[in-house]
């Protein structure tokens, strides 16, 4: 006999356009906020029963041994390093604002399951995007 095992990092529900309009206003008020100045701007969207969240900074300035290797010149560095968003996570829809998180691992080029820091798998949008967060409080 079978038995089926939740998993909240696979399947999820197809997101409502109401829902999805809420969630871009949530987060985007939510980094407005708590991560003011660490951001220019956030990027929300959707695939399916996933939400994507990423977040564009501003560059710091490159100097000129940067600009040799890279064969730039400074303002075309700046604008492609303006264009590199810093992914912040993937969240998984799973209804009545339950939602999955897992965070972009760049060592492995892919997103990895993770658990809410009060310890469960399912939380709120907001939960998830602090998670991420610390990725730009360490840029």
């Known amino acids: 006999m ?3 095992a ?22 985007q008020r939510h980094a407005a906020n708590n ?6 701007r956030i990027d929300i969207r959707f695939r399916g029963s996933l939400c994507y969240m990423d977040a564009y900074t501003e560059p710091k300035e490159p100097d000129v041994a940067l600009l040799m290797i890279t064969h ?5 560095f700046l604008e492609r390093m ?8 993937r969240i998984r829809y799973f209804g009545d604002d339950q939602w999955s998180y ?7 080029d892919r997103y990895e399951p993770a ?5 469960e798998w399912l939380g709120t949008p ?4 602090d998670i991420g967060a610390s990725y730009l409080q360490n840029e």
């Open 72 to 76: 730039e010149s400074r303002e075309a």
């Open 6 to 27: 939740f998993n909240p990092h696979s399947g999820g529900l197809p997101i409502p356009a109401s829902v999805k309009r809420k969630t871009i206003e949530r987060l």
């Open 35 to 40: 991560y003011k100045g660490l951001y220019a």
């Open 126 to 129: 907001e939960d998830a995007f």
């Open 2 to 4: 079978r038995t089926l």
């Open 115 to 119: 658990i809410f820091q009060n310890g």
């Open 82 to 89: 303006r264009n590199q968003p810093t992914h912040l996570g």
């Open 102 to 108: 897992a965070f972009y691992m760049y060592s492995r």
